[in-house]
């Protein structure tokens, strides 16, 4: 059977990898991960969050071994999806020791084959390594709970910090999650500081970053509140619900998806079937609560999660529910463990969700893309790049500007936590000139133009813009430097 489920988890991500997306969060990520390939540093930090907080590093090292194998995005892809795919057989494993087969088989299959599972598990993107971490952190739970089993304390801690360190906002749901697990009455102290000193370990480069520094993300942590919505957000009540079928895809396609149903009517009305969840999701909570008790926290857990997220007025993508996905997906298939017959409704929902999934992924090929969220695929980004940089492919850092120019320089200003991280003004302006020589001798280095926009968008100015005058009559790509930085100039001028 794990056979079959991992081909199965695999059909859909190992397939039209071509179709990913590779936009700057992708980007900026394949960009920090790699630099020691090409004699930089590893970055003590990796990309900052919605909030504008760095992250933690812990994704530059998931990331780093991967791109030593390639550096090109398809095939980093492709290991991404291979993690996930595996990741799902051990959480096949998992239920099957601790629960019925049949609720192993139908939890597993429907992550397997869920749109929004595969969509979040082949993407160069910190949220594509939470399912692997979060199985886990599942795994530890009922090793600690069912077979009384302290050691995997370590594992359950060190996962709850990795977790947390690929996306901050995972600390509400573990939190909750730990406060039920505790009143279990089955902590172990010394397995619990193995377990901190573990989870602890990608923490430091970031720790000593923020001390060496005057900690910039503590100035930015008390101003995230200014981020969140200015609102309560009921849409999170749907997310749970939408993350276990194929609900709220609109985000991904926008205003295309009148023409996904014009062009894929059976994919588009396939989804139809998979709202079928949203009384399986309950009546599973149900059952779960009324005959799992020592597990209670668990469902707690899951319906408490979006509270929260209400009341502290957090966005509401839909990846933000990942955290619980495991949970979720095994809650919403419990009924299945009580009432055998339903075996069809869940067999009517996989076939919905791989009717849906293969239409999307069609559609996405026939347009390049979608106008939603998803954008234009990488296929299409890296066929007109690919030929711009054909003359340069033996340039020692070819894949290092490949990767750069797709980072958008409206993400790259010199005050952005991620550019301020890598880049020293003092040390760019020693190399000044012999940067400005470089980027004159290969204007297509998207490496030395993110630099050099980072250090004139530092501290804009009308002495820097005068500078910048006298270089774009030199190249260009001077004239384009030098409009960029002009409009960043002007935007900081209207919000001061």
Known sequence: MSVIILVLALIFRITNLDLIEFKTDEATNMFLASRPLFGHSMPPAATASSVGILNPP????????????????????????????????????????????????????LIAISPWMILYSRKIWAQDFIFPFSAALMFAVLKITRDSDSRYWILYIS????????????????AV????????????????????????????PFLTYQISTGCPDCTRLIHAREKRAPHPVSAHFLRPFQLVSA??????????????????????????????????????????WKNEKNLRFIAAACILLPVFYYILKIEQPIHYYLIASPFLFLLVSYPVSRFPRLLSVYAAILVSFAVFSYGFETFLRE????????????????????????????????????IASFI????????MPTPEMLYRSYRTELYLDTLILRLEAVPLDSVT????????????????????????????????????????????????
Not at 409 to 415: I, Q, Y
């Open 159 to 174: 996962a709850c910090l990795f977790l947390i360190q690929l996306h901050q906002a995972s600390i509400i749901f573990l």
């Open 247 to 288: 609900g709220n895809f609109r985000f991904e396609l926008g205003d295309d998806i009148i023409h996904f149903a014009e062009k894929h009517p059976l994919s588009h009305n396939a989804r139809l079937v998979s709202y079928l969840v949203y009384l399986l999701l309950p009546l599973g909570m149900f059952l779960w």
């Open 367 to 402: 347009n390049n893309g979608a106008s939603g969220d998803y954008g234009h695929t990488y296929a299409w980004y890296a066929k007109g790049r690919k030929t711009d940089f054909e003359h340069i492919m033996n340039d020692p850092h070819y894949h290092e500007m490949y």
């Open 58 to 109: 812990l994704l530059n090292y998931l990331l780093f071994p991967l791109a030593a194998i390639s550096l090109d995005p398809v095939v980093v892809s492709g290991m991404i999806a291979l993690i996930n795919s595996f990741a799902i057989v051990g959480y096949f494993y998992s239920i099957k020791k601790f629960f019925h087969i049949r609720l192993a088989v139908i939890s597993t299959l």
């Open 408 to 415: 958008d320089t409206r993400f790259w200003r010199g005050t």
């Open 177 to 204: 999650l730990t406060l039920g697990f505790l009143g279990q009455k089955i902590f172990h102290v010394r397995y619990a500081l193995i377990g901190l000193f573990i989870g602890c370990i990608p923490l430091l």
């Open 449 to 496: 133009y993110l630099e050099l926009f980072s250090y004139f968008t530092k501290h804009p100015s009308r002495e820097t813009l005068k500078h910048l005058d006298t270089l774009r009559n030199t190249h260009p790509v001077f004239q384009k430097l030098y409009q960029e930085v002009s409009n960043a100039h002007r935007d900081m001028i209207r919000y001061e």
